[in-house]
């Protein structure tokens, strides 16, 4: 994949501006990231008419094209990440990027099956934004999600696996001895078999979702995030292990941090790490 740079100018909190950086540091893309704090600043730095201006935020790549509030597909576009489908049939076809995922991937590749891999948002899946992973086989001392989901992308892709980001399935069938699966763009993957390695996480319970993102409220905050904790409170929701590292990681900085359960018990490494 070839690298090149690009600005990204927003507002502090905003969601959608949020979710670029997310997409971009997960992919592993070199960005730089530019706080708008004044009328001024929008002016000057993003060539739009003020903070409250609705085409923020604003993309520059490194070629000198500009992008106004981007959507993640419309910037995969720009970076020339974004190709259908190679072929008209796969012998698999694998839903999502984790590590499950790329693991079958590199499998199904390896024994020459002609693999494609299709990935809503970034590769790695929610792994790749943990900021270190010490239960993974074959790294006695821990790897970071970004780097295992880096690691394991290339392995594919040398085996010859197609990997697609953007790419969402909507739903599916079996015709004729194939699965067949439709994209949300009303493309068709066609397949001997189908894994189905995505992840569907239930959001806080509470206020509805816009509520938590206009209040900075981030669901499954990505590593990048913690440097930008030091006046805020990190309290992650859920009782896993990785929740137990997040209410750890950024206690250097942040004033307080803890966990809310949607289970009764904290489950036993959460236990050991966050206690």
Not at 236 to 257: E, F, I, K, L, W
Request: hydrophobic share 40%; proline share 5%.
């Amino acid at each position: 994949m070839k690298q090149r740079r690009a600005t990204l100018f927003g507002l502090p909190n905003s969601p959608e501006a949020y979710e670029l950086r997310d997409f971009l540091k997960r992919s592993g893309f070199p960005f730089e990231w530019i706080d708008l704090k004044t009328d001024d600043d929008a002016r000057r730095l993003a060539g739009v008419t003020g903070l409250d201006d609705p085409r923020l935020p604003v993309c520059v790549m490194e070629k000198g094209s500009v992008l106004f509030r981007p959507t993640i597909r419309d910037l995969a576009a720009a970076l020339d990440w974004f190709r259908g489908p190679k072929h008209e049939r796969y012998d698999l076809a694998i839903y999502g990027a984790g590590p499950a995922a790329l693991s079958a991937a590199v499998y199904g590749a390896s024994e020459g099956l002609r693999t494609i891999v299709l990935e809503r948002s970034a590769v790695g899946g929610q792994a790749g934004s943990t900021s270190r992973i010490d239960n993974y086989l074959g790294f006695p001392d821990g790897i970071s999600g970004w780097e295992l989901a880096s690691r394991a992308r290339q392995q594919a892709q040398r085996l010859g696996a197609e990997i697609i980001v953007t790419a969402e399935g909507v739903g599916g069938e079996t015709r004729d001895g194939w699965t067949v699966s439709w994209l949300s763009e009303g493309q068709e993957i066609v397949a001997r078999a189908t894994i189905c390695a995505s992840v569907v996480l239930p959001r806080p319970g509470g206020p509805t979702n816009n509520t938590w993102s206009s209040a900075s409220f981030r669901f499954r905050a990505a590593s990048m995030k913690i440097d930008r904790l030091a006046r805020a409170c990190a309290w992650p929701t859920n009782s896993d292990s990785s929740c137990g590292r997040s209410a750890v990681s950024p206690t250097s900085s942040t004033r307080r941090s803890g966990v809310t359960m949607r289970e009764g018990v904290l489950m036993g490494e959460a236990c050991q790490i966050a206690c």
